[in-house]
C-alpha cells in the first residue's frame, strides 16, 4: 500500500520516537491498517463523509470496500460525481493521515469546509488553465 511513505506511532514508537504505538484517537495498537481501515474513529468518519457525499450529490454510496477506501473506477454514476467522489477519497485519505500527524482530532465538519475550499481552488485552476490554453495571448498584453 503506502509502506515507509507513511508513518504511524508503530514506526515512530520502533523507531525510539514515541514512548507508545498506540492510536492518538482510540488507544488501540497503531499501523497503517488500524489508521485507514480498523480504528473505530476512522470507520465512523468514513461513514459520515459518504453519508455527506451521497446527501449532497443525490447518489447511492459506493458498494465495495475498495471504492470506498481508494475511490471509484468504472461505474455507471456521472463522470463528474466519480471524479468528485475520488478526489474526495483521496483529500479524507489526506486529511485523516496529517491530522493524526498534528495529534488533531478528526471532524467532519471541518473536513468538509478545507473540501469545499478544495473543490473551489480546483475550479479555479481548472478555469484559468482553460483561459490560458484556449487564448493565446496577444503581443499587445505585454506593452507598458
Ligand atoms: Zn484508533
Redesign the pocket.
Known amino acids: 500500500m503506502t509502506h515507509r511513505t507513511i508513518v504511524t506511532n508503530k514506526e515512530l514508537f520502533r523507531f525510539g520516537i514515541k514512548t507508545d504505538d498506540e ?1 492518538l ?2 488507544g ?1 495498537k ?1 499501523s497503517i491498517e ?1 489508521s485507514f481501515i480498523e ?4 470507520k465512523m468518519f468514513i461513514q459520515n463523509v459518504l453519508d455527506w457525499f451521497t446527501r449532497v450529490n443525490m447518489c447511492p454510496i459506493p458498494s465495495t470496500t475498495e471504492e470506498t477506501l481508494f475511490g471509484i473506477t468504472a461505474s455507471t454514476l456521472d463522470t463528474t460525481i466519480i471524479r468528485k467522489f475520488n478526489y474526495t477519497t483521496l483529500f479524507r485519505r489526506h486529511y485523516i493521515y496529517s491530522s493524526k500527524l498534528n495529534s488533531l482530532a478528526i471532524s467532519i465538519q471541518e473536513f468538509i469546509s478545507k473540501l469545499l475550499i478544495k473543490y473551489d481552488l480546483e475550479i479555479f485552476f481548472n478555469r484559468m488553465s482553460y483561459s490560458v490554453k484556449s487564448t493565446p495571448p496577444s503581443s499587445t498584453q505585454y506593452r507598458v
Open positions: 492510536c484517537h482510540c488501540d497503531d488500524h480504528c473505530v474513529f476512522t
